[in-house]
């Protein structure tokens, strides 16, 4: 699976700096070349961004959350 950044066309607010910093991550994280889910969770892993909670990632937590931003406000 390759996982690729979707622009989102519309926001009816801007990003919080918990976006801001996770999209920052994911793209220094996909600028280095890792692009299959297990790769791009352990690298998150490695970085000081968490999910809510603070929990470490998993591909559950990450998949559920890329979601949670994604759907429509």
């Not at 066309?9 to 994280?29: G, K, N």
């Not at 999910?51 to 990632?57: Q, S, V």
Request: hydrophobic content about 40%.
């Amino acid at each position: 699976m390759t996982l690729t950044l979707q622009p989102v066309q519309s926001r009816h607010r801007e990003p919080t700096s918990y976006e801001h910093a996770l999209a920052d991550e994911l793209e220094a994280i996909f600028g280095r070349g890792v692009h299959d889910l297990p790769g791009l969770v352990a690298a998150l892993n490695e970085t000081g961004v968490r999910p809510a909670g603070g929990a470490d990632w998993t591909e559950e937590s990450f998949t559920a959350e890329i979601a949670r931003l994604g759907a429509p406000e």
